[in-house]
């Protein structure tokens, strides 16, 4: 049977783990949790796999924590993947998005663009402005915003996390499947290769540089 297979990626308190959870139906991910945890359901008879990554690039962590969390990101989606989707809360300022997906990039490959889409979550807070997603993205001060949409092909979906509508879910899971049949089925990631004289990306948060292995 085929599996949808999702990674979730996003900075702490981005309502990531929340989204995996509507995802899922149950509450199977917590905030904070200390490594990649999986959980899987079925939603119209389509078996559904959602991966909860940490925020990798989260100060705090050091070498030797930032090293078993990409060990267990990369056994997690040796099976391929669906979709990335890299979880941005409305109605709140950019933080290290983008650096997670240059992250996201460099650890996978290329490649792994075409299965990135950004979810929006808080949607709610939308409702005391009476805008739709696409009217509050629109003026000039949101364009840090439509930039990241942008790089990611245009690709995004919202959640209302205080509304557990099925509808959503089902709604996501039907772009998944539709960015799927356009790029001929899940992305697989060539194997990353460990070693001393691996390529290294440096990216500089919070003031310190972290090295980001490239994969080849």
């Known amino acids: 049977m085929l599996v949808i297979r999702i990674l979730l990626m996003g900075r702490n308190s981005c309502g990531k783990s929340s989204s995996g959870n509507l995802i899922l139906?149950?509450?199977r991910f917590k905030r904070h949790e200390s490594g990649v945890c999986e959980g899987q359901t079925q939603i119209r008879g389509q078996q559904v796999a959602v991966i909860d990554?940490?925020?990798?690039?989260?100060?705090?962590?050091?070498e030797e924590q930032l090293e078993m969390m990409e060990e267990q990101l990369v056994s997690g989606c040796s099976a391929g993947l669906s979709s990335v989707l890299l979880i941005v809360p409305l109605e709140k300022p950019l933080q290290n998005e983008q650096k997670i997906l240059d992250y996201i990039?460099?650890?996978f490959g290329a490649e792994v663009q075409k299965y990135i889409m950004i979810l929006f979550t808080h949607e709610d807070d939308l409702e005391d402005l009476d805008q739709t997603t696409d009217e509050y993205l629109k003026p000039k001060d949101h364009e840090d915003l439509q930039r990241l949409v942008t790089e990611c092909g245009g690709k995004s979906h919202c959640f209302s996390n205080m509304k557990k509508v099925k509808a959503q879910v089902e709604?996501?899971?039907q772009k998944i499947e539709g960015m799927m049949t356009e790029n001929g089925?899940?992305?697989?990631?060539?194997?990353?290769q460990r070693s001393n004289s691996m390529d290294v990306l440096n990216v500089s948060f919070s003031g310190k540089s972290l090295p980001y292995p490239v994969s080849r």
């Open 53 to 62: 990554c940490p925020d990798l690039l989260d100060p705090d962590l050091n």
């Open 105 to 107: 990039k460099c650890l």
């Open 171 to 173: 709604d996501l899971l």
């Open 25 to 27: 139906g149950e509450k």
């Open 185 to 192: 089925g899940k992305f697989f990631m060539k194997q990353m």
